[in-house]
Each structure stands twice: as C-alpha cells, then as structure tokens.
C-alpha cells in the first residue's frame, strides 16, 4: 500500500470569515460540520479539506494528511528520524483517526487511517 495524501487543513483565528475568503477566491463550498468548516472544491480532481480555528496557537498553518495503517507505528517511525508527536492518534467519531507530527524542521504533517 502507498501513503497518498488524503486531506488538507487550513489553521486560522477565524474560521467563518476564511472560509468566505477561500470560498470568494476559489468558489469553493464550505460547510460547518462540528468544530471545522468542510470544504468541497467542487472538482473530482484533488483532495478536500476543512479550515479550523482551534482557538490556540498555531492559528496560521497549512497541514496534509497522510493515509497510513498504523499510526502509532508511524509516530514512532517520525521520532526515530528526530522529529515528534504533536498530537497523538485522536479519534474522529464514524469517520477515523488522526494525529499530528512536526518533521525536521517544525512543519505540520497529518497521519489519517480511515474507520
């Protein structure tokens, strides 16, 4: 199995207002779905994303998801290559789980398994 990257996120203080700004710029759909803004890009080609305001920093950030089957493992694989966890696997109820790491040089990267 590859590891296709799967999703992306926007990080930002306010998620209505750049979700109006993304949504004008690219007309892109946007809907609330519980704590984040889903975005349909209206295209088949691509991935979908959501904009979220977590309400602390980081506020500013761009992150993909990364399709994996264990990621634990993969967590564990990033920080023997001397990066670290942010956020360790979190479950998104019916949908999957999720986490965060930061690489080498501080960047967001999502791990994404699918329920």
Known sequence: MGNPVVHFEIGCRDSAKTG???SELFGWSIQQMGPAEMISTGSDVGIGGHISAL???????VAIYV???????????AERLGGS?????TEVPGQGWFAWLK???GN???LWKTA
């Open 108 to 110: 967001i990267a999502g």
């Open 85 to 89: 966890t942010v956020v360790p696997k």
């Open 103 to 105: 690489d080498l040089d």
């Open 20 to 22: 109006e700004f993304y």
């Open 67 to 77: 399709e994996v089957d264990d990621i634990p493992a993969y967590l564990e694989k």
């Open 55 to 61: 309400g602390h920093e980081p506020h500013n950030y």
